[in-house]
């Protein structure tokens, strides 16, 4: 039967079968073919599209403004101080405006039954840029990422996650390795795990896909032999500034060092969905330098700059991978 996602939300991966997430990826594909070819795709002409963010981002505006303006669509930005979503007006009345002025809407913030309400008002689809719980777009960058450097054969490789397993990154990786057959391994403290009831869910998912789920705080279990080490920030955006002594305390073992990734398979890749804190050449990574003696968070640069390391393979992908999810529920 062909995929059709024409109008659909595109909210969480749980939602979409491996079908429909294989026909993503091959889409995603082929518009990076288009792009890096020079092809002109402007297949949404006349259409337009607006982003919410109440959380900022660098690749996520950037990855929807120019994948939609490439597809001919025009593109409203709404910064944190430029909608009154959630202040003077309700998030169901904001999405039944917005739904008659665009096709399409972006959101990136803080909860997820924010995106789901604007998905059930708006008429339109509305698409998941990041939430606390999910992070549907990004997992998709990674996928293509992992396909392109193991000739597109990606079942029964394995992906580990070490540090905060418990954010959205991991949650959401968990999903999408159980749901296209690669075995998923979070690695981390046990307080850092994803919740009991997910966990569940997607090792019941992996079992019908041949690949397996599993949580451990042993570092060299996890990654000996692994194909793929992803890590993520320590502290996410909207988090109280009093939790990294604590997260520096219980994540600093799941650092992903020169060592971890010599553990891991010969050929294997480092994935990071950045920003990362691999030095201090930035004002967080300077302030924590100082405070508390770290110059180096989830990742040591050796690995960040080494030639295993694919993040800005993956951080191009954002663009093809959202081009994808943007045509094929706008268009079908």
């Known amino acids: 039967m062909p995929i059709n996602l024409s109008g659909r939300p595109f909210l969480r991966l749980l939602d979409f079968s491996t079908e429909e997430i294989d026909y993503l990826l091959k889409l995603s594909k082929n518009f990076k073919d288009l792009k890096r070819t020079g092809t002109p795709h402007r297949y949404l002409e006349g259409k337009n599209i607006v982003l919410l963010f109440q959380k900022t981002s660098t690749r996520t505006r950037c990855a929807f403004e120019v994948g939609a303006m490439d597809l001919g669509m025009g593109v409203t930005y709404l910064d944190p101080g430029s909608s009154q979503m959630g202040k003077k007006e309700s998030i169901e009345d904001t999405a039944r405006v917005l739904g008659r002025f665009y096709d399409g809407i972006e959101?990136?913030?803080?909860?997820?039954?924010?995106?789901?309400?604007?998905?059930?008002?708006?008429?339109?689809?509305?698409?998941?840029?990041?939430?606390?719980?999910?992070?549907?777009?990004?997992?998709?960058?990674?996928?293509?990422?992992?396909?392109?450097?193991?000739?597109?054969?990606?079942?029964?490789?394995?992906?580990?996650?070490?540090?905060?397993?418990?954010?959205?990154?991991?949650?959401?990786?968990?999903?999408?390795?159980?749901?296209?057959?690669?075995?998923?391994?979070?690695?981390?403290?046990?307080?850092?795990?994803?919740?009991?009831?997910?966990?569940?869910?997607c090792t019941a998912i992996a079992k019908e896909n041949g690949c397996t789920v599993k949580c451990t705080d042993d570092v060299a279990e996890a990654c000996t032999g692994a194909h793929v080490i992803y890590t993520d920030v320590w502290v996410s955006m909207g988090e109280p500034d009093e939790v990294w002594a604590e997260r520096i305390k219980h994540l600093e073992k799941f650092r992903v060092t020169k060592e971890v990734m010599a553990m891991a398979d010969p050929e294997a890749i480092f994935l990071h969905c950045l920003p990362a804190f691999h030095d201090t050449n930035t004002t967080i990574g300077a302030d924590i330098a100082e405070r508390f003696g770290v110059t180096e968070m989830e990742v040591e640069d050796v690995v960040f700059e080494s030639k295993q390391s694919k993040v800005f393979d993956e951080a191009e992908n954002r663009m093809h991978t959202i081009k994808a999810v943007m045509y094929a529920t706008l268009c079908g």
Request: aromatic share 8%; glycine share 8%; proline share 4%.
């Open 107 to 201: 959101f990136r913030g803080f909860a997820q039954t924010d995106v789901e309400d604007l998905a059930a008002n708006a008429g339109v689809p509305v698409w998941n840029g990041l939430t606390t719980e999910w992070h549907p777009t990004q997992m998709l960058a990674d996928i293509l990422t992992v396909q392109e450097n193991f000739n597109y054969d990606i079942k029964g490789k394995t992906l580990v996650f070490m540090g905060d397993a418990a954010n959205n990154v991991a949650r959401s990786l968990m999903v999408v390795c159980s749901k296209l057959g690669m075995n998923f391994v979070a690695c981390g403290p046990k307080e850092n795990m994803p919740d009991a009831e997910l966990v569940e869910t």
